[in-house]
């Protein structure tokens, strides 16, 4: 059974920063691309970031130069460093796993995990 599960949500000041983790079962997570993408109800979904299975990194306009997303591969493991948050970072954060690149498109998501960026 494919199983997504982040971490690392919590409540930061703003110029703070935060780590999350997705922890990856029921596949094998080196061969897949990952995404994050993050959701506030009063806006909808907005992608986030994305690497692919050899590495690459690609940002969203919002957050390049701020976050950085990576994978432990071995671990099985997603990350999303996020740093100077600001208080439109506040979403609830999501990994997914992409099925077709090209087109975006993904089948498994985790629960998410909360950002609240306030002062």
């Known amino acids: 059974e494919v199983q997504l599960v982040e971490s690392g949500g919590g409540m930061v000041q703003p110029g703070g920063s935060l780590r999350l983790s997705c922890a990856a079962s029921?596949?094998?997570?080196?061969?897949?691309?990952m995404t994050w993408v993050r959701h506030v109800p009063t806006k909808g979904p907005e992608w986030v970031s994305a690497?692919?299975?050899?590495?690459?990194?690609y940002y969203g306009d919002s957050v390049k130069g701020r976050f950085t997303i990576s994978r432990d591969n071995p671990k099985n493991t997603l990350y999303l460093e996020m740093n100077n948050l600001k208080p439109e970072d506040t979403a609830r954060y999501y990994c997914a796993r992409v099925t077709k690149w090209e087109a975006g498109q993904t089948d498994y998501w985790g629960r998410g995990t909360q950002v609240t960026v306030s002062s």
């Open positions: 029921g596949f094998t997570f080196s061969d897949y691309d």
């Open positions: 690497i692919d299975a050899a590495g690459h990194t």
